[in-house]
């Protein structure tokens, strides 16, 4: 590669999103200095947020810790939710991809419990667990396990003639149908469902924590803002955002692997 | 030639669609197929020949007619009916030795796993592909991919080997290259053989008989003529042979003749039906 291309690259990859970021500290600045005083500036925001920022880890109290020790608990909830939602929602999207009559058996219900809200799903978690964490958890689950179920059916679905004349020649059982071709065939469009479902994870995890009052970035965050300290619900969007951005990517690097073999 | 064909089609037709969609792709066809025999249906692209393949091989089921391999009729697909597809059709998550060994294992689930392995080796050597075994198909080329799904139907081991335009996804050379390999093959293996080709010259370079397909909808099968050139066959040598012009002509001349009897005929169809009434003309 050329020099010249090289430092083509370098511009639109760090230069430009750069300016981006710029800009929007510029208007965030502009916005709190003029039309909206409750808004705390970038720099006010920073000399507020940096104890939480420089020490991440630490602990001071339970509603006092780092910004990363808080996103450590929330990331241990969503892990638990995400594989809850995995769990039921994969061997659902196998079972819709496969059959046409449970498709038209479910698909219905599907539809509507799909786009219930996570503030919905939460007070039923409670009347059901009578405790917030596994209520928190059961949200997550039922919010988030919709995207896995949809695509991997469409992944199954999907699978070329091809394989299952292979499938059909060699007259292999139902079990090796599944391990050999259904499921290496419907992987990848699987884990298209496994990112959209992780990213739902992950945006539901701040109203659960904020509903129950569970220590995690969500519920630092809704604290902070009945403290009136509101520098600290811009670290924590700002965090929740970085953090989600992170996972997104990691998912796709995985997923272009899956796309490659 | 034994009294009893291993394959025989009476009366086979098959169409697709219902009511006014429906077109039929094949019309009342009988073929017998003898053991050891290699036959090449020659015909136009689109004339029903994979339908063909996939009825024998008990993918389709036929709408009229019976089909019978060894004496029964066949009901579905079976293991001593291997087919290797246009489109090769290998998996591609697996490699090119796990391709081949998920239908040994398959076929003899009662083999230690060393046998097993051995057999899928001898295969994708047989295709010369031994150093690309750990390979997936994507890592192929074409002819490489094709001679994959050669070895893995050859290593099912089944008494009939049905080949659906093996070559015809390839360029001329790679064509040319797989052509002799696939008649070193088929001599070794000895085996029935039904092969679909769109290539005159293909059948006649491997088949023993050659049967043409005329042009779909509703193909029929002409009459076939037997392949009499000693093996094994050059094909440089061959494009001299008298005997070659003369089964090269038939065989065209067939094909070409009953495409322009169609012609004729769906054009005086057409004719009819845009000649307007005369009340209706003013």
């Known amino acids: 590669m050329s020099s010249n291309a090289v430092g083509k690259r370098l511009f639109e990859l760090l230069v430009l999103p750069m300016v981006g970021v710029g800009a929007v500290m510029a208007l965030w600045a502009i916005l709190s200095g ?6 705390p500036g970038p720099w006010k925001t920073w000399e507020v947020s940096k104890l939480y920022v420089l020490d991440p880890f ?3 109290g339970e509603l006092d810790q780092g910004i990363l020790r808080f996103t450590w608990y929330s990331l241990v909830r969503v892990a638990k939710g995400y594989s809850l939602a995995l769990l039921v929602g994969t061997p659902l999207g196998l079972l819709l991809g496969m059959s046409q009559s449970f498709t038209k058996s479910f698909d219905p219900i599907i539809q509507i419990l799909r786009p219930v809200s996570p503030l919905a799903w939460l007070p039923l978690g409670l009347v059901l667990f009578q405790k917030p964490e596994p209520a928190g958890i059961f949200t997550i689950a039922m919010c988030s396990m919709w995207p896995t179920v949809l695509n991997t059916a469409l992944g199954v679905r999907s699978i070329p003639q091809d394989y299952i004349n292979v499938a059909r020649v ?12 259904t499921l290496p065939a419907a992987l990848p469009y699987m884990f298209t469902g496994f990112r959209l479902s992780l990213g739902i994870a992950w945006l539901v995890i701040v109203a659960a924590e904020m509903l129950t009052g569970a220590p995690g970035v969500g519920g630092f965050l809704w604290q902070e803002y009945n403290s009136l300290i509101y520098e600290h619900l811009i670290l924590c969007i700002a965090t929740i955002g970085i953090v989600g951005f992170i996972l997104d990517r990691l998912m796709s690097l995985i997923e272009a692997k899956l796309r490659v073999a | 030639m034994s009294a009893r064909a291993l394959v025989v089609l009476e009366g086979v ?7 006014d969609q429906r077109t039929e792709v094949l019309r009342d066809l009988d073929l017998e197929i003898h053991r050891g025999e290699l036959v090449a249906i020659v015909g136009f692209s689109g004339a029903g020949k994979t339908t063909l393949v996939s009825l024998i091989a008990g993918l389709l089921a036929p709408d009229a007619g019976r089909i019978t391999f060894d004496g029964a009729p066949v009901r579905g697909p079976g293991k001593e009916r291997g087919v290797v597809f246009q489109s090769y059709s290998l998996l591609p998550w697996l490699s090119v030795r796990d391709n081949v060994y998920l239908a040994v294992d398959q076929v003899f689930p009662t083999w230690s796993k060393a046998e097993k392995l051995a057999h899928t080796e001898r295969h994708i050597a047989l295709v010369n592909l031994h150093a690309a075994r750990d390979k997936k198909p994507a890592e192929l080329s074409g002819g490489m991919r094709q001679r994959v799904a050669v070895a ?3 290593a099912t081991e089944p ?3 049905l080949l659906d335009e093996p070559l015809s996804a390839l360029d001329a050379l790679t064509r040319a290259t797989l052509q002799d390999e696939l008649a070193r093959i088929c001599q070794v293996s000895g085996k029935t053989i039904l ?3 769109n290539d005159v010259d293909e059948g006649i370079l491997l088949a023993d008989r050659i049967v043409p397909l005329d042009a779909g909808p509703a193909a029929k099968l002409g009459p076939s003529v037997q392949v009499d050139i000693e093996r094994p066959r050059d094909r440089k040598a061959i494009n001299h042979d008298p005997r070659f012009k003369v089964i090269r002509g038939q065989v065209i001349d067939y094909l070409l003749s009953s495409n322009q009897a169609r012609k004729q005929r769906s054009r005086a169809a057409t004719t009819r039906a845009l000649t307007p009434a005369p009340e209706a003309v003013s």
């Open chain 2, 152 to 154: 893995r139907a050859l």
């Open chain 2, 195 to 197: 092969l679909i080709t």
């Open chain 1, 34 to 39: 003029t039309v909206a005083p409750t808004l």
């Open chain 2, 159 to 161: 008494e009939l080997l």
């Open chain 2, 13 to 19: 037709s098959k169409g697709y669609g219902t009511g």
């Open chain 1, 170 to 181: 060699l007259q292999l059982s139902r079990t090796k149908r599944m391990l050999k071709i």
């Open chain 1, 58 to 60: 630490a602990k001071r």
